[in-house]
């Protein structure tokens, strides 16, 4: 694939659904569910990047 038509469809990818879920476009809605997503994901992500630090620092001090 030709790099300057990646740089196009990756612009076009990352434009096109910002612009629809700002508020006032057809997906607003969409914008706001997607926003709660991430941020449940955000809090398991670190609660399970708190859980396997300290599976590891107990696991070195077993060695």
Excluded at 6 to 26: A, E, F, Q
Aim: glycine share 10%; no cysteine; net charge positive.
């Amino acid at each position: 694939m030709n790099k300057a038509l990646k740089i196009i469809l990756g612009l076009v990818l990352v434009v096109v659904p910002i612009y629809l879920i700002v508020p006032g476009m057809p997906l607003s809605d969409w914008g706001e569910a997607a926003w709660k997503l991430i941020q449940g994901v955000v809090t398991v992500f670190a609660i399970v990047l708190g859980i396997s630090l300290i599976v590891l620092g107990i696991n070195d001090l077993k060695n």
